[in-house]
């Protein structure tokens, strides 16, 4: 299976990196082909610019920019998706929600409906329906009942606005690791093998051995 | 009252700069302090740094090339955003502007011991909202409505314990007519500036 990981931490050293190393080492371990866009580690621009959003609804056909088309293309071959990020602020860091801005473009990501169209509530259409397995691994400072008090708006756009984008059989897989300022070195190592564990479970190493398809 | 204005888009013909547009007009008229902090203007760099992720608890007196930034925030008693909602949410230039200058000891302090982070700033008794929408309320709130989210409840418990939060929202705008877009943009004075 192709499966595209997408990574957004400035620091090296932090434990999303470690997170991120179990998810390549798991991924290729159970044969499957991996991608990586590390967004820091490419200097990733985030912010939509006044030409990319005055063409905005063209941009599919007046061609967008060459990092953005060849992360498209990236979306295009995959078939899982997965992110890994710090939650700051309930949400995803800017440079991946930049990321999600400018490269889900209309004609790619969605198709949007006629405007005479009555059925406004259903206007966007998803066409990532080569998507079928969506996954977002993420640590928060807080714990597990402030963020739902507070919304938890990062998990949403993930499994909500990004799933909105997926086929209607997409499943998703969501690994949040809580109270990350006040953990353990143990609870951090037993989180790592959790991943693992759960990544195993949910991209099986290849079809012959997952099994008929339930 | 101090106001501190932020502006975000980077399209200077966009509907939601023409909102900005008004909303600074009229509360230039009111005579009240004012600041605007234009982040496409100022080509604010929205990702976080690894230094700054390394101090996440650090002083702010490390961050000289946030310190207007900061300094304007501390001195707001009104806060007025202004921005188009993108995937539900702000977009990332405003959204980096809260990851990088809400930060320690400026938004939120860590007490020792302490399990939650407790808020700063108490100065902030208003804030303002101005977005646009091209979504529906309902593709919205099936999103999840991140960016209201976080405005009512993540970034409001750190201002003052009364803030309160007002929305001037227009959504569903490629479906609208330039009337109903001009009346919109035309109800914003008055509700900056009362008796302007």
Sequence with gaps: MNCLVVHAHPNPDSFNHAVRSVVLDT????????????????????????????????????????????????????????????????????????????????????????????????????????????????????????????????????????????????KTTWLPFYRLDGSTAEQRQQFLATVAERLTSALPSAPSTAGPAT | MNTLVVICHPNPASLTRAAA????????????????????????????????????????????????????????ERLVLIYPTWFSGQPARLKGWFDRVWMNEVAFVLPPDATRIRGQLDNIRHIDVVTTM??????????????????????????????????????DVDNRSTAELTAWLDSLPDRFNPTG
């Design chain 2, 134 to 171: 091209g979504s529906t309320r309902r593709v919205n709130i099936a999103q999840g409505d991140g960016g209201r989210l976080r405005v009512n409840r993540t970034l409001r418990v750190l201002c003052h314990r009364r803030c309160r939060v007002k929305w001037h929202t227009v959504t």
């Design chain 2, 21 to 76: 547009e008004k909303v600074v007009d009229a509360l230039q008229t009111t005579g009240q302090p004012l600041r605007v902090l234009d982040l496409d203007e100022l080509d604010f760099d929205p990702r976080l740094t690894d230094f700054e992720a390394r101090n996440h608890l650090g002083s702010p007196d490390q961050r000289p090339d946030l310190a207007e930034h900061i300094d304007a925030l501390r001195w707001a």
């Design chain 1, 27 to 170: 991924l290729t371990g159970l044969g499957h082909s991996v991608d990586l866009i590390d967004l820091y580690a490419i200097d990733y621009q985030p912010c939509m610019t006044e030409h990319e959003h005055v063409g905005y609804l063209d941009l599919v056909e007046s061609g967008p920019d060459e990092v953005v088309a060849a992360h498209m293309d990236l979306i295009t071959s995959a078939e899982a998706l997965i992110f890994i990020y710090p939650t700051w602020w309930s949400g995803l860091p800017a440079i991946l929600k930049g990321w999600l801005e400018r490269t889900m473009l209309p004609g790619f990501a969605f198709a949007l409906a006629d405007p005479g169209d009555s059925t406004k509530a259903l206007k966007v259409r998803p066409r990532l329906t080569n998507i079928n397995r969506l996954i977002g691994i993420t640590s928060y400072g807080s714990g597990r009942l402030e963020v739902r008090l507070l919304g938890d708006g990062g998990r949403r756009t993930v499994t909500r606005a990004v799933r909105a984008l997926c086929g209607a059989r997409t």
